[in-house]
C-alpha cells in the first residue's frame, strides 16, 4: 500500500489503540525475571488488576492471547464429562462452546438469535431441572454482536435455582470499559484479555478466580494452565516460567491510567460514546443488531448492512480505517465499529465521519448522523 500520512484510525473491537504512554513504558530493557526489580513490577502489576477486576481474590496473568484463559478457566475447574450451560450469543460464545466440546465436556446449549445475550429465565429453568451442571459459561460482552449480557442476573438465577455451579465468565471486551465486578457479582472464573479496554498489544489474558474455584480442581489434565503454581510464584511477585515482562510495564502504565481517570469514569465515557454512535446509526437510517436496550455494550456498535464489506473495503482505502467485520453467521451482514480503550469525543466524530463519508461512498442513501452524534456529546456532560 502506497505512503498515508496521518494516524491509521483503528477502529475494530479490539485490538485497541495502544496510547503513547503504554508504548513508551513498553519499549523499556528487559530485565531478570528472577531478580529484586521484576518482584516489585510483578507485585504492583497483580495488585492493580484486582483493582479492575474488583477483586481481592487472585488474578493469573498468562502470556497468551485471550484463547488460552479459556482454556485456563474449564482445565482448572471441571472434570472430564462435566456437563456445562452455555447461551448461544454470538460468535465468541460459539468458539468458547466448541473448545469445551473439544476438551471432554458436555455442552447443554441454549439456542440464541445472536442479538440478545444470555437468558437468565431460561437459565434459572434449565437449572432447576438439571442439578448435575457443574458450570454455567457467559460471554459477558459479545464483541461480535454488540451485546452486553446482564451477568448479575444470571448469578441471581443460579441462586434462584439453588443451584452450586460454578459462574464463568468472559470479560475480554468488556473488562475496562463496562462495569464489571467480580467478587460482588459472585463470580467464579473471570477470563480476560491485554488488548481491548485495557489498551495493551495482545499477549496477556487473565483468570481472576473465586476461592470456590479455587476449590472445585476438577481433574482435567492441565499443566501450562494450573493456577496453583502461579498462585504460589506471585506471592513473590514472580512467574514459574519466564515472564512477559514488557507487556508488564505496560500493564502497569495502563493500570496507572485506568485508576488516574477512574473506573466509573472509564465506564461513563465509553457508554456516552456508545449512545452517540447509536444516534448516528439511527439518523443514517441502520440499525443496531443488539435487540434489547438493557443488553447495549458501551464497547462497540454491530451495524445491519447488506453492504457491509464494501463500505468497509471503501472506508479502509479511502480513509484509512478499520472497522469490524461481521464474524461467523454474521459475515457481510454487519460491520461493527469500535469505541473502546484509548478514545476522545474527537476520536469518535472522525470515526463517525469516516463511517458515514464510507456508507455514501458505497452507494447507500443515508442521512446526516454525524450530527445528531454530535448533539448528544455536547448535551451529554462530560464526567468529572
Ligand atoms: N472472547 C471474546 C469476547 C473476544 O472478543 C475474543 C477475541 O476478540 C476472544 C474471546 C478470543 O480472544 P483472543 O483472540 O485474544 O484469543
Request: proline share 4%; net charge negative.
Amino acid at each position: 500500500m502506497s505512503f498515508r500520512s496521518g494516524r491509521h484510525f483503528l477502529q475494530i473491537p479490539g485490538p485497541t489503540n495502544v496510547p503513547d504512554r503504554v508504548l513508551r513504558a513498553i519499549d523499556r530493557p528487559t530485565i531478570d525475571h528472577r531478580g529484586p526489580e521484576f518482584a516489585e513490577l510483578g507485585l504492583e502489576v497483580l495488585e492493580g488488576l484486582r483493582h479492575v477486576f474488583r477483586t481481592d481474590g487472585p488474578v493469573v496473568v498468562y502470556p497468551s492471547s485471550g484463547t488460552g484463559a479459556w482454556e485456563a478457566a474449564l482445565v482448572n475447574t471441571l472434570s472430564p464429562g462435566d456437563r456445562v450451560l452455555a447461551f448461544e450469543t454470538g460468535h465468541f460464545a460459539t468458539l468458547w462452546r466448541a473448545m469445551a466440546e473439544r476438551l471432554g465436556l458436555e455442552v447443554v446449549w441454549v439456542p440464541g438469535d445472536w442479538r440478545h445475550g444470555a437468558d437468565p429465565e431460561r437459565a434459572e429453568a434449565i437449572l432447576r431441572e438439571q442439578r448435575d451442571i457443574a458450570a454455567v459459561m457467559v460471554v459477558h460482552n459479545e464483541t461480535s454482536t454488540g451485546v452486553t449480557s446482564r451477568v448479575p442476573e444470571i448469578r441471581a438465577a443460579i441462586d434462584a435455582a439453588g443451584h452450586d455451579a460454578l459462574l464463568l465468565v468472559d470479560t475480554i471486551s468488556s473488562l475496562g470499559s463496562i462495569d464489571y465486578r467480580h467478587d460482588e457479582w459472585g463470580v467464579d472464573v473471570t477470563v480476560g484479555g491485554s488488548q481491548k479496554g485495557l489498551m495493551l498489544p495482545a499477549g496477556l489474558s487473565f483468570n481472576a478466580v473465586s476461592e470456590k474455584a479455587r476449590a472445585a480442581r476438577g481433574s482435567m489434565p492441565r499443566s501450562y494452565w494450573d493456577w496453583e503454581p502461579i498462585i504460589d510464584a506471585n506471592e513473590q511477585g514472580y512467574w514459574p516460567y519466564t515472564s512477559a515482562t514488557n507487556l508488564l510495564y505496560g500493564l502497569r502504565e495502563a493500570l496507572a491510567m485506568l485508576r488516574e481517570e477512574g473506573l466509573e469514569n472509564v465506564f461513563a465515557r465509553h457508554a456516552r460514546h456508545a449512545a452517540a454512535t447509536r444516534a448516528a446509526v439511527r439518523a443514517w437510517g441502520l440499525e443496531v443488531l443488539a435487540a434489547d436496550e438493557r443488553e447495549y455494550s458501551s464497547s462497540l456498535t454491530a451495524v445491519l448492512c447488506d453492504d457491509a464489506d464494501e463500505v468497509r473495503r471503501l472506508i479502509l482505502e479511502r480513509f484509512d480505517m478499520s472497522l469490524g467485520a461481521g464474524l461467523g453467521q454474521l459475515a457481510g451482514r454487519v460491520f461493527r465499529i469500535g469505541h473502546l480503550g484509548d478514545f476522545n469525543d474527537l476520536m469518535l466524530a472522525g470515526t463517525l465521519c469516516g463511517v458515514e463519508m464510507g456508507l455514501r461512498a458505497a452507494g447507500l442513501e443515508v442521512e446526516p448522523g454525524v450530527a445528531a452524534a454530535l448533539e448528544l456529546l455536547e448535551a451529554a456532560s462530560v464526567p468529572a
